[in-house]
């Protein structure tokens, strides 16, 4: 399958300029980075794509077997960028796409240049010496909780992710995107995103990385981006005066500043 077609992959920009791909999290879709990507068309060649399962990608696509790691997602970034014949990649990736970026980059390094970790964390439980921000029962009623009623979970949860309660506008967009998703499909993406543990990989990344932090973001707290930062070596840490989760909806020309500032632009 033309994984063009497959990711729903649409490029911006300049066809010579050095490619930047923005990759969604959980529960989004490419429509998220509306705010951000546009700011880099100027001198980068921009793409843009939807997992597997989310916005306008081919879900006939979806695989289980392919799907039960982050390893199937970076698969995908993978093929989107060959078939791109895409080099010097600079990958932003938000959220649980923070590590699908690693580990692609991990796989095939020379493929990229930098890597921009929006609000990622590489494991979600709490374990010893590690705290991650949800005990092993917090996670386990959450994954019920969305098997149960995916719809009702949705709307509970997602003003809670987005955080910035005085614009209920914000929340209220994060759960229509949550809405928008194939129930099936988000749940099992749940399970691997929330189940994963990539501690160990962080040691291994060699691409110049930038972490961006969130202020008071409840998915992934500053604990987990100063692990981040510790375990990358070299990398930069910025902790965002932007709360929640979401700084590309909810502070963008924050969010774009940090990234141009590290990409040189």
Same mark, same amino acid.
């Given at each position: 399958m033309d994984p063009l077609a497959r990711n729903n992959v649409r490029l911006f920009g300049g066809v010579d300029g050095q490619p930047?791909?923005?990759?969604?999290?959980f529960g989004?879709? +490419?429509h998220m980075w509306r705010f951000v990507a546009p700011e880099f068309e100027d001198r980068f060649r *921009?793409?843009?794509?939807?997992? *597997?399962?989310a916005g306008g990608s081919d879900q006939s696509a979806y695989d289980v077997a392919k799907y039960s790691s982050l390893d199937g997602y970076a698969t995908d970034v993978l093929e989107i960028c060959e078939a791109l014949d895409l080099r010097d990649v600079i990958f932003v990736g938000h959220s649980v796409s923070s590590m699908i970026g690693m580990l692609a980059a991990l796989r095939e390094p020379d493929r990229f240049a930098k890597l921009v970790m929006v609000g990622p964390s590489p494991r979600y439980i709490d374990d010893d010496g590690y705290v991650g921000g949800f005990s092993e029962a917090d996670i386990t009623e959450l994954l019920e909780s969305l098997d149960s009623n995916y719809l009702g979970?949705? !709307?509970?949860?997602?003003p809670v992710i987005m955080g910035n309660t005085e614009r209920p506008e914000l929340g209220q967009e994060l759960t229509e995107s949550f809405c928008r998703a194939d129930p099936a499909i988000a749940k099992r993406f749940a399970e691997v995103t929330f189940l994963s543990d990539n501690r160990d990989d962080l040691a291994r990344v060699r691409v110049p990385t930038l972490v961006l932090q969130c202020s008071k973001d409840v998915? &992934?707290?500053?604990s987990v981006g100063e692990f981040v930062h +510790?375990?990358?070596?070299g990398?930069?840490? *910025? !902790?965002? !005066? &932007? !709360?929640?989760?979401?700084?590309?909806l909810s502070a963008p020309d924050e969010t774009t500043a940090v990234i141009r500032q590290f990409v040189g632009a």
């Amino acid at each position: 399958m033309d994984p063009l077609a497959r990711n729903n992959v649409r490029l911006f920009g300049g066809v010579d300029g050095q490619p930047m791909l923005f990759s969604h999290g959980f529960g989004c879709d +490419q429509h998220m980075w509306r705010f951000v990507a546009p700011e880099f068309e100027d001198r980068f060649r *921009v793409a843009l794509f939807d997992h *597997v399962g989310a916005g306008g990608s081919d879900q006939s696509a979806y695989d289980v077997a392919k799907y039960s790691s982050l390893d199937g997602y970076a698969t995908d970034v993978l093929e989107i960028c060959e078939a791109l014949d895409l080099r010097d990649v600079i990958f932003v990736g938000h959220s649980v796409s923070s590590m699908i970026g690693m580990l692609a980059a991990l796989r095939e390094p020379d493929r990229f240049a930098k890597l921009v970790m929006v609000g990622p964390s590489p494991r979600y439980i709490d374990d010893d010496g590690y705290v991650g921000g949800f005990s092993e029962a917090d996670i386990t009623e959450l994954l019920e909780s969305l098997d149960s009623n995916y719809l009702g979970w949705s !709307t509970a949860m997602a003003p809670v992710i987005m955080g910035n309660t005085e614009r209920p506008e914000l929340g209220q967009e994060l759960t229509e995107s949550f809405c928008r998703a194939d129930p099936a499909i988000a749940k099992r993406f749940a399970e691997v995103t929330f189940l994963s543990d990539n501690r160990d990989d962080l040691a291994r990344v060699r691409v110049p990385t930038l972490v961006l932090q969130c202020s008071k973001d409840v998915i &992934a707290p500053d604990s987990v981006g100063e692990f981040v930062h +510790q375990r990358i070596a070299g990398s930069r840490l *910025v !902790t965002l !005066t &932007a !709360t929640g989760h979401c700084p590309n909806l909810s502070a963008p020309d924050e969010t774009t500043a940090v990234i141009r500032q590290f990409v040189g632009a």
